[in-house]
Protein backbone atom coordinates (compact mmCIF):
# COMPACT_ATOMS: atom_id res chain seq x y z
CA UNK A 1 0.00 0.00 0.00
CA UNK A 2 3.03 2.26 -0.24
CA UNK A 3 2.93 5.12 -2.27
CA UNK A 4 4.95 6.01 -4.78
CA UNK A 5 5.12 9.51 -5.90
CA UNK A 6 6.02 9.33 -8.94
CA UNK A 7 3.35 6.89 -10.43
CA UNK A 8 0.77 9.28 -10.73
CA UNK A 9 -1.85 10.93 -8.81
CA UNK A 10 -1.56 10.68 -5.83
CA UNK A 11 -5.59 10.62 -4.93
CA UNK A 12 -5.88 7.94 -7.33
CA UNK A 13 -3.08 6.18 -5.79
CA UNK A 14 -4.66 6.29 -2.20
CA UNK A 15 -8.00 5.05 -3.71
CA UNK A 16 -6.46 2.15 -5.47
CA UNK A 17 -4.70 1.03 -1.86
CA UNK A 18 -8.13 1.31 -0.16
CA UNK A 19 -9.52 -1.04 -2.71
CA UNK A 20 -6.66 -3.32 -2.35
CA UNK A 21 -7.29 -3.47 0.89
CA UNK A 22 -10.99 -4.33 0.98
CA UNK A 23 -10.35 -7.26 -1.45
CA UNK A 24 -7.32 -8.23 0.75
CA UNK A 25 -8.86 -8.25 3.96
CA UNK A 26 -12.12 -10.10 2.51
CA UNK A 27 -14.07 -7.25 4.09
CA UNK A 28 -17.75 -7.18 3.60
CA UNK A 29 -20.51 -4.40 3.95
CA UNK A 30 -19.90 -2.85 7.00
CA UNK A 31 -16.32 -3.87 7.25
CA UNK A 32 -13.80 -0.64 9.11
CA UNK A 33 -11.28 0.82 7.08
CA UNK A 34 -7.96 1.66 8.82
CA UNK A 35 -8.41 5.59 10.45
CA UNK A 36 -7.17 8.01 8.86
CA UNK A 37 -3.84 8.23 10.96
CA UNK A 38 -3.26 4.73 10.50
CA UNK A 39 -3.40 5.23 6.46
CA UNK A 40 -1.11 8.08 6.97
CA UNK A 41 1.31 6.00 8.53
CA UNK A 42 1.03 3.26 5.79
CA UNK A 43 0.85 5.08 3.33
CA UNK A 44 3.49 8.25 3.82
CA UNK A 45 0.95 10.22 2.47
CA UNK A 46 -0.76 13.11 3.93
CA UNK A 47 -4.68 13.81 5.33
CA UNK A 48 -5.70 16.07 2.11
CA UNK A 49 -5.12 13.33 -0.23
CA UNK A 50 -6.55 10.36 2.22
CA UNK A 51 -9.93 12.76 2.71
CA UNK A 52 -10.21 13.22 -0.86
CA UNK A 53 -9.35 9.82 -1.51
CA UNK A 54 -12.51 8.45 0.65
CA UNK A 55 -14.50 11.19 -0.11
CA UNK A 56 -14.62 10.03 -3.68
CA UNK A 57 -15.65 6.38 -3.21
CA UNK A 58 -18.16 7.27 -0.60
CA UNK A 59 -18.92 9.59 -3.95
CA UNK A 60 -19.62 6.19 -5.68
CA UNK A 61 -21.60 4.31 -2.91
CA UNK A 62 -18.69 1.86 -1.96
CA UNK A 63 -17.29 3.20 1.25
CA UNK A 64 -20.02 5.04 4.15
CA UNK A 65 -18.65 7.44 6.46
CA UNK A 66 -20.39 7.60 9.59
CA UNK A 67 -18.89 10.83 10.73
CA UNK A 68 -16.30 11.83 13.76
CA UNK A 69 -15.35 9.29 16.09
CA UNK A 70 -17.53 6.79 14.35
CA UNK A 71 -14.89 6.04 11.34
CA UNK A 72 -15.35 4.98 7.50
CA UNK A 73 -17.08 1.65 6.45
CA UNK A 74 -17.56 -0.32 3.38
CA UNK A 75 -20.81 0.03 2.29
CA UNK A 76 -20.99 -1.98 -1.13
CA UNK A 77 -18.80 -4.76 -2.47
CA UNK A 78 -19.86 -3.68 -6.01
CA UNK A 79 -16.95 -1.60 -6.52
CA UNK A 80 -18.18 0.18 -9.95
CA UNK A 81 -15.45 -0.54 -11.81
CA UNK A 82 -12.47 0.33 -9.15
CA UNK A 83 -8.89 -1.39 -10.22
CA UNK A 84 -6.96 -2.16 -7.21
CA UNK A 85 -3.93 -3.95 -9.01
CA UNK A 86 -2.87 -4.19 -12.59
CA UNK A 87 -2.02 -7.70 -13.76
CA UNK A 88 0.20 -8.56 -16.94
CA UNK A 89 -0.67 -11.82 -18.49
CA UNK A 90 2.00 -12.61 -20.72
CA UNK A 91 0.88 -14.79 -23.85
CA UNK A 92 1.25 -16.76 -27.23
CA UNK A 93 -0.44 -15.60 -30.48
CA UNK A 94 -1.07 -18.67 -30.95
CA UNK A 95 -5.17 -19.26 -30.46
CA UNK A 96 -5.73 -22.24 -31.86
CA UNK A 97 -5.88 -24.51 -28.31
CA UNK A 98 -9.61 -24.00 -26.77
CA UNK A 99 -8.04 -24.60 -23.14
CA UNK A 100 -5.70 -21.77 -23.31
CA UNK A 101 -8.54 -19.67 -24.91
CA UNK A 102 -10.88 -20.47 -21.90
CA UNK A 103 -7.87 -20.16 -19.41
CA UNK A 104 -7.16 -16.46 -20.20
CA UNK A 105 -11.34 -15.69 -20.13
CA UNK A 106 -11.50 -17.01 -16.63
CA UNK A 107 -8.30 -15.46 -15.84
CA UNK A 108 -10.00 -12.18 -16.55
CA UNK A 109 -13.02 -13.20 -14.76
CA UNK A 110 -10.92 -14.31 -11.86
CA UNK A 111 -8.85 -10.99 -11.69
CA UNK A 112 -12.19 -8.90 -12.18
CA UNK A 113 -13.91 -10.73 -9.30
CA UNK A 114 -10.52 -9.11 -6.97
CA UNK A 115 -10.87 -5.69 -8.59
CA UNK A 116 -7.38 -6.49 -10.62
CA UNK A 117 -7.65 -4.94 -14.16
CA UNK A 118 -5.09 -7.55 -16.68
CA UNK A 119 -3.08 -6.62 -19.44
CA UNK A 120 -2.51 -8.70 -22.35
CA UNK A 121 1.16 -9.27 -23.52
CA UNK A 122 1.43 -10.49 -26.48
CA UNK A 123 4.31 -11.73 -28.12
CA UNK A 124 5.36 -10.08 -30.99
CA UNK A 125 6.40 -13.65 -33.10
CA UNK A 126 3.91 -16.49 -33.85
CA UNK A 127 7.43 -18.93 -34.25
CA UNK A 128 7.81 -21.25 -31.48
CA UNK A 129 11.05 -21.15 -29.29
CA UNK A 130 11.79 -23.48 -26.36
CA UNK A 131 11.84 -20.15 -24.03
CA UNK A 132 10.93 -16.29 -24.69
CA UNK A 133 13.61 -13.58 -23.54
CA UNK A 134 11.16 -10.27 -22.70
CA UNK A 135 12.30 -8.73 -26.38
CA UNK A 136 9.75 -10.99 -27.96
CA UNK A 137 7.01 -8.68 -25.74
CA UNK A 138 6.74 -5.02 -26.97
CA UNK A 139 7.42 -2.85 -23.88
CA UNK A 140 7.65 -5.66 -21.26
CA UNK A 141 11.02 -4.88 -19.86
CA UNK A 142 10.51 -1.31 -19.32
CA UNK A 143 7.07 -2.17 -18.03
CA UNK A 144 8.64 -4.43 -15.37
CA UNK A 145 11.64 -2.02 -14.47
CA UNK A 146 8.90 0.93 -14.21
CA UNK A 147 6.50 -0.98 -12.49
CA UNK A 148 3.53 -0.40 -14.41
CA UNK A 149 1.92 -3.98 -13.05
CA UNK A 150 1.90 -5.46 -9.58
CA UNK A 151 2.31 -8.98 -11.09
CA UNK A 152 3.19 -11.39 -13.95
CA UNK A 153 1.44 -14.32 -14.75
CA UNK A 154 3.16 -16.45 -17.74
CA UNK A 155 1.39 -19.25 -20.19
CA UNK A 156 4.70 -19.42 -22.15
CA UNK A 157 8.23 -20.45 -20.81
CA UNK A 158 10.84 -17.29 -20.41
CA UNK A 159 14.85 -17.45 -20.23
CA UNK A 160 16.38 -17.70 -16.64
CA UNK A 161 17.76 -13.97 -17.84
CA UNK A 162 13.46 -12.71 -17.75
CA UNK A 163 12.80 -14.46 -14.78
CA UNK A 164 16.10 -12.56 -13.05
CA UNK A 165 15.16 -9.50 -14.41
CA UNK A 166 11.44 -9.89 -12.72
CA UNK A 167 12.96 -11.05 -9.61
CA UNK A 168 16.17 -7.98 -9.08
CA UNK A 169 12.77 -5.23 -10.17
CA UNK A 170 10.78 -7.33 -7.33
CA UNK A 171 8.19 -8.19 -9.70
CA UNK A 172 6.12 -11.09 -8.81
CA UNK A 173 6.22 -14.13 -11.48
CA UNK A 174 4.22 -16.83 -11.66
CA UNK A 175 3.91 -19.99 -14.13
CA UNK A 176 0.61 -21.11 -15.30
CA UNK A 177 -0.15 -24.44 -17.12
CA UNK A 178 2.40 -27.09 -18.03
CA UNK A 179 5.26 -24.52 -18.39
CA UNK A 180 8.58 -26.26 -16.69
CA UNK A 181 11.01 -24.09 -14.69
CA UNK A 182 11.11 -24.30 -11.18
CA UNK A 183 12.67 -20.87 -10.55
CA UNK A 184 9.48 -19.40 -10.40
CA UNK A 185 5.80 -20.21 -8.55
CA UNK A 186 3.89 -22.38 -10.97
CA UNK A 187 -0.09 -23.62 -10.84
CA UNK A 188 0.59 -26.66 -13.28
CA UNK A 189 -1.99 -28.47 -14.79
CA UNK A 190 -1.02 -32.48 -13.85
CA UNK A 191 -3.17 -35.95 -14.51
CA UNK A 192 -2.93 -37.90 -12.16
CA UNK A 193 -3.16 -41.44 -13.86
CA UNK A 194 -1.68 -43.51 -11.19
CA UNK A 195 -5.68 -43.95 -10.30
CA UNK A 196 -6.85 -44.35 -14.05
CA UNK A 197 -4.21 -47.40 -14.71
CA UNK A 198 -5.69 -48.98 -11.43
CA UNK A 199 -9.19 -48.92 -13.00
CA UNK A 200 -8.11 -50.46 -16.30
CA UNK A 201 -6.10 -53.18 -14.37
CA UNK A 202 -8.71 -54.85 -12.35
CA UNK A 203 -11.12 -54.37 -15.66
CA UNK A 204 -8.83 -56.43 -17.32
CA UNK A 205 -7.05 -54.56 -19.69
CA UNK A 206 -4.07 -55.46 -21.78
CA UNK A 207 -2.58 -53.00 -23.85
CA UNK A 208 -3.63 -49.32 -22.41
CA UNK A 209 -2.02 -47.05 -25.29
CA UNK A 210 -1.18 -43.67 -24.09
CA UNK A 211 -1.34 -40.48 -26.60
CA UNK A 212 0.03 -37.35 -25.56
CA UNK A 213 1.27 -34.38 -27.05
CA UNK A 214 4.76 -34.37 -25.75
CA UNK A 215 7.07 -31.56 -25.22
CA UNK A 216 8.10 -30.54 -23.19
CA UNK A 217 6.63 -33.27 -21.08
CA UNK A 218 8.07 -36.01 -23.34
CA UNK A 219 10.43 -37.63 -20.58
CA UNK A 220 7.89 -37.18 -18.04
CA UNK A 221 5.10 -38.95 -19.45
CA UNK A 222 7.07 -42.21 -20.75
CA UNK A 223 8.70 -42.81 -17.32
CA UNK A 224 4.81 -42.54 -15.83
CA UNK A 225 3.86 -44.58 -18.33
CA UNK A 226 6.23 -47.41 -17.62
CA UNK A 227 6.25 -47.03 -14.32
CA UNK A 228 2.76 -47.10 -14.15
CA UNK A 229 1.96 -50.05 -16.50
CA UNK A 230 4.53 -52.59 -14.99
CA UNK A 231 1.63 -55.25 -14.66
CA UNK A 232 0.39 -55.03 -17.94
CA UNK A 233 1.15 -57.84 -20.49
CA UNK A 234 1.65 -55.67 -23.42
CA UNK A 235 1.04 -59.34 -25.92
CA UNK A 236 4.99 -59.51 -26.57
CA UNK A 237 5.03 -55.93 -28.17
CA UNK A 238 7.83 -53.38 -26.10
CA UNK A 239 5.79 -51.55 -23.72
CA UNK A 240 7.47 -48.07 -25.01
CA UNK A 241 4.98 -49.13 -28.38
CA UNK A 242 2.04 -48.17 -26.40
CA UNK A 243 3.14 -44.46 -25.17
CA UNK A 244 2.95 -42.01 -27.84
CA UNK A 245 4.16 -38.87 -27.82
CA UNK A 246 3.26 -36.24 -30.74
CA UNK A 247 5.99 -33.37 -30.46
CA UNK A 248 9.23 -35.37 -29.51
CA UNK A 249 11.03 -31.61 -29.10
CA UNK A 250 10.91 -28.07 -29.37
CA UNK A 251 10.02 -27.19 -33.24
CA UNK A 252 10.26 -23.46 -34.22
CA UNK A 253 7.98 -24.80 -36.96
CA UNK A 254 5.12 -26.29 -35.47
CA UNK A 255 1.82 -25.69 -36.20
CA UNK A 256 -1.51 -27.54 -35.02
CA UNK A 257 -1.75 -29.02 -38.51
CA UNK A 258 1.27 -31.03 -38.10
CA UNK A 259 0.08 -32.17 -34.93
CA UNK A 260 -3.11 -33.41 -36.60
CA UNK A 261 -0.88 -35.21 -39.54
CA UNK A 262 0.94 -37.20 -36.97
CA UNK A 263 -2.09 -38.07 -35.21
CA UNK A 264 -4.21 -39.62 -38.22
CA UNK A 265 -0.56 -41.49 -39.27
CA UNK A 266 -0.72 -43.07 -36.15
CA UNK A 267 -3.99 -44.26 -36.03
CA UNK A 268 -3.24 -46.12 -39.77
CA UNK A 269 -0.37 -47.25 -38.53
CA UNK A 270 -2.52 -49.14 -35.43
CA UNK A 271 -5.05 -50.48 -38.24
CA UNK A 272 -2.73 -52.21 -39.70
CA UNK A 273 -2.16 -53.95 -37.06
CA UNK A 274 -4.00 -57.62 -36.16
CA UNK A 275 -6.98 -56.47 -34.00
CA UNK A 276 -4.79 -58.76 -31.24
CA UNK A 277 -2.04 -56.25 -30.77
CA UNK A 278 -4.00 -53.31 -30.94
CA UNK A 279 -4.21 -51.15 -27.66
CA UNK A 280 -7.34 -52.34 -26.25
CA UNK A 281 -8.24 -48.61 -24.16
CA UNK A 282 -7.57 -44.91 -25.23
CA UNK A 283 -5.84 -43.01 -23.17
CA UNK A 284 -5.93 -38.90 -24.60
CA UNK A 285 -5.30 -36.18 -22.35
CA UNK A 286 -6.31 -33.39 -24.68
CA UNK A 287 -9.75 -31.81 -25.86
CA UNK A 288 -8.07 -31.12 -29.27
CA UNK A 289 -6.03 -34.39 -30.25
CA UNK A 290 -9.91 -36.31 -28.88
CA UNK A 291 -11.75 -34.21 -31.55
CA UNK A 292 -9.52 -35.60 -34.06
CA UNK A 293 -9.15 -39.16 -32.84
CA UNK A 294 -12.95 -39.93 -31.93
CA UNK A 295 -13.98 -38.80 -35.67
CA UNK A 296 -11.78 -41.38 -37.23
CA UNK A 297 -12.81 -44.65 -34.90
CA UNK A 298 -16.71 -43.78 -35.48
CA UNK A 299 -15.35 -44.10 -39.51
CA UNK A 300 -13.45 -47.29 -39.00
CA UNK A 301 -14.56 -50.25 -37.51
CA UNK A 302 -12.63 -50.23 -34.07
CA UNK A 303 -14.07 -48.77 -31.52
CA UNK A 304 -11.18 -49.38 -28.17
CA UNK A 305 -12.93 -47.42 -25.21
CA UNK A 306 -11.59 -44.10 -24.75
CA UNK A 307 -10.35 -42.22 -21.93
CA UNK A 308 -10.26 -38.38 -23.14
CA UNK A 309 -10.00 -35.06 -21.76
CA UNK A 310 -13.22 -32.55 -21.19
CA UNK A 311 -13.27 -28.53 -20.48
CA UNK A 312 -16.13 -27.80 -18.12
CA UNK A 313 -16.05 -24.75 -19.49
CA UNK A 314 -16.17 -25.74 -23.15
CA UNK A 315 -19.26 -28.26 -23.06
CA UNK A 316 -19.22 -27.77 -27.37
CA UNK A 317 -16.40 -30.10 -26.95
CA UNK A 318 -17.56 -32.86 -25.00
CA UNK A 319 -18.04 -36.05 -27.17
CA UNK A 320 -20.68 -38.74 -26.49
CA UNK A 321 -18.38 -41.90 -25.35
CA UNK A 322 -19.94 -45.23 -24.86
CA UNK A 323 -17.71 -46.69 -22.58
CA UNK A 324 -14.80 -45.08 -21.29
CA UNK A 325 -14.24 -41.72 -18.95
CA UNK A 326 -12.91 -38.58 -18.68
CA UNK A 327 -10.82 -36.15 -16.89
CA UNK A 328 -12.86 -33.08 -16.15
CA UNK A 329 -10.53 -29.89 -16.72
CA UNK A 330 -11.88 -26.96 -14.81
CA UNK A 331 -10.46 -23.50 -16.34
CA UNK A 332 -11.67 -21.30 -13.64
CA UNK A 333 -10.94 -23.28 -10.62
CA UNK A 334 -7.47 -23.09 -12.08
CA UNK A 335 -7.73 -19.19 -13.10
CA UNK A 336 -8.81 -19.08 -9.09
CA UNK A 337 -5.50 -21.10 -8.06
CA UNK A 338 -3.66 -18.88 -10.18
CA UNK A 339 -4.80 -15.40 -9.14
CA UNK A 340 -4.77 -16.90 -5.36
CA UNK A 341 -1.09 -17.86 -5.73
CA UNK A 342 -0.63 -14.58 -7.19
CA UNK A 343 -1.77 -12.18 -4.66
CA UNK A 344 0.40 -14.31 -1.59
CA UNK A 345 3.24 -13.28 -3.53
CA UNK A 346 2.43 -9.53 -3.62
CA UNK A 347 1.55 -9.87 -0.02
CA UNK A 348 4.51 -11.28 0.32
CA UNK A 349 3.26 -14.44 2.38
CA UNK A 350 5.79 -17.06 1.92
CA UNK A 351 9.65 -16.64 0.48
CA UNK A 352 10.68 -19.59 -1.56
CA UNK A 353 8.92 -20.36 -4.80
CA UNK A 354 5.78 -22.07 -4.30
CA UNK A 355 4.55 -25.03 -7.13
CA UNK A 356 0.44 -25.80 -7.28
CA UNK A 357 -0.69 -28.66 -8.90
CA UNK A 358 -4.40 -29.21 -10.02
CA UNK A 359 -5.06 -33.03 -10.75
CA UNK A 360 -8.30 -32.65 -12.76
CA UNK A 361 -10.85 -35.69 -11.41
CA UNK A 362 -11.30 -38.62 -13.68
CA UNK A 363 -14.97 -39.21 -14.10
CA UNK A 364 -15.68 -43.19 -15.40
Not at 138 to 154: K, P, T, V, Y
Amino acid sequence: MVIDNNLGKKTELVKRALVNYIVDHKLGPGGKIPSQSELRKVLGTGNAVISRAIQALVNDEILENRGPGRGVFVRNLKRNGHIGRTIGLICDRNVEYPLFLSLMQTISIACHHRNCGINFIIRDSSQRVEADSLSAFRGLEQGIAQHRFDGLISTVNLEDEAVNFCSKNNMPLCYIHDVCNSKVNSVIIEYDFSQLFQILHERNFKRPMLIHMGHPLTKKIRNTFLKLTGDFDFGGLPPEFFCRVIRENANADYHISSNATSVASLLKELLKLPESSRPDVLIIPDDVMTSWIYPFLLNSNWAPPLYHSRIKQLPYLQFDVDNGGYFQVDTMEIAEMTIALMFDMINKKFKNEKIITYSPPLIY
